[in-house]
């Protein structure tokens, strides 16, 4: 895909594979997506899970 000059293979296998198993999509799903939607979705599931790992050391600060 010419869309993907701008990303590594590496990258795109990540993301393919927190999209999997974050979202539960297929790749035939993920693959269809617009380059921009793809995007957009890897980058709000970055910012989900950095807030997931705040709030875990937040807890367990609390915690211990």
């Known amino acids: 895909?010419?869309?993907l000059l701008h990303?590594?293979?590496r990258s795109y296998y990540?993301?393919?594979f927190a999209l999997m198993h974050h979202h539960k999509w297929?790749?035939?799903y993920i693959d269809n997506l617009m380059p921009f939607e793809k995007?957009?979705?890897l980058n709000l599931?970055?910012?989900?899970?950095?807030e997931e790992?705040?709030?875990s050391k937040e807890q367990q600060a609390a915690n211990g």
């Open 45 to 50: 599931l970055m910012a989900f899970l950095k």
């Open 26 to 28: 297929n790749l035939e």
């Open 14 to 16: 990540e993301g393919n």
């Open 1 to 3: 895909r010419i869309a």
């Open 7 to 9: 990303t590594t293979l």
């Open 39 to 41: 995007e957009i979705y």
């Open 53 to 55: 790992e705040r709030r």
